[in-house]
């Protein structure tokens, strides 16, 4: 099971916090990785974590957005993307992926498993 959360409407310049529950695995040496599509756009990379906590950004949110914590025993994977200074392009259904390889993909089709994602709605 795959749970992302925690979207919503927000000006420009404002901050929100996305979390991501996975369960019903082993999750042993797991990585996250956070994707986005807006629509009529392909679904792009935000953001990645590896087992060992290294973090990877797009450049469009580097510096913005960050894992504020990332947690994972054998059961349960949890993971959690502070946005912050948000902008009208960040307009998006977000989306998070259980990494099997722990490496940090950055690349939609290296991920098999995809749960519902949430929307974020920036306004100007």
């Known amino acids: 099971q795959l749970q992302a959360s925690g979207g919503g409407l927000v000006q420009a310049g404002g901050s929100l916090r996305l979390s991501c529950a996975a369960s019903g695995r082993t999750f042993s040496n797991y990585g996250m990785g956070w994707f986005r599509q807006a629509p009529g756009k392909e679904r792009e990379f935000v953001a990645a974590?590896?087992?060992?906590?290294?973090?990877?950004?797009?450049d469009s949110v580097k510096g913005r957005f960050t894992f504020s914590s990332f947690s994972r025993d054998n059961a349960k994977m949890t993971a959690y993307l502070r946005m912050n200074s948000l902008k009208p392009e960040d307009t998006a259904v977000y989306y998070c992926a259980p990494d099997s390889t722990g490496l940090g993909r950055t690349r939609a089709y290296e991920y098999d498993y995809w749960g519902q994602g949430t929307q974020v709605t920036v306004s100007s």
């Open positions: 974590i590896s087992w060992n906590g290294i973090t990877y950004y797009a």
